[in-house]
């Protein structure tokens, strides 16, 4: 096993193992009289976050517009980003994988949870309402790439070029666009970048992370250049438009 893989698999059981301690820690505390009073946090800030998601939806709609727009110039220099990869694929590939990591949903979907449920605990209500806020942009903007990936895009990795098309199939092969990595990780990151950083640091380090995860996307060779585009612009839309 290559080095990048062992510590790609590392770095995910160190963070599984962190994330099932803190979850195990907060409910392990005793709330006694309190426990209503959580539920009722509970219930208010999913009834906020969604009131407000009706009220936002069309951001969504527009970053989703904006994503095919600007995905038709950039799929000019898609097969020749691809070549390029292609031409340093067995150095890169490895360093790609842990790159995407960070745009996974064993990644992300636990992060954002944590996050809320430390805001809970800790009685930090920026930090419990910017991470509840992360994981409804995630949903939606989930839902959102997950129907647009019907299109049938081909994957670089099968694909003779850029353009290859075979709409409404299950098949990983023909789900090429958007991203999904890219679309998770913009809309996790660039929320807690926005509504939970507290420092300009802080919020430089999260609103990199989606173009690394991007970044990773093309050096394994799943997505094409604008597949990465499109993700991204759909998964800050909520933050963004």
Not at 15 to 25: A, G, K, M, Q, V
Not at 149 to 154: A, D, H, M, T, Y
Not at 157 to 181: I, K, T
Request: charged share 20%; proline share 3%; aromatic share 18%.
């Amino acid at each position: 096993m290559k080095a990048w893989s062992r510590v790609g698999i590392f770095f995910r059981f160190l963070f599984l193992s962190l994330i099932f301690w803190l979850i195990s820690y907060s409910f392990s505390l005793s709330f006694a009289d309190e426990k209503k009073s959580v539920l009722q946090i509970l219930t208010s800030d999913i009834s906020f976050e969604f009131q407000r998601k009706k009220e936002e939806f069309p951001k969504v709609i527009i970053g989703t517009t904006v994503a095919l727009t600007a995905a038709i110039p950039l799929s000019l220099v898609d097969q020749y980003l691809r070549n390029l990869v292609l031409s340093s694929y067995n150095k890169t590939k490895d360093v790609g994988e842990v790159m995407s990591f960070l745009g996974e949903g064993i990644f992300l979907v636990p992060f954002s949870f944590a996050g809320y449920i430390f805001g809970l605990v800790s009685g930090n209500e920026k930090v419990r309402l910017g991470f509840m806020r992360a994981i409804y942009n995630l949903a939606f903007t989930t839902f959102i790439v997950q129907s647009l990936k019907f299109s049938g895009r081909e994957r670089p990795a099968w694909a003779e070029h850029q353009y290859s098309f075979y709409p409404l199939r299950f098949e990983n092969r023909w789900r090429s666009f958007p991203s999904g990595h890219s679309q998770a990780s913009s809309s996790v990151y660039f929320t807690v970048a926005k509504d939970v950083c507290e420092s300009k640091l802080c919020s430089a380090v999260f609103y990199s992370l989606p173009f690394i995860v991007g970044a990773g996307r093309i050096l394994v060779n799943d997505h094409w250049l604008s597949d990465v585009a499109g993700g991204i612009i759909i998964g800050f839309s909520f933050e963004v438009f």
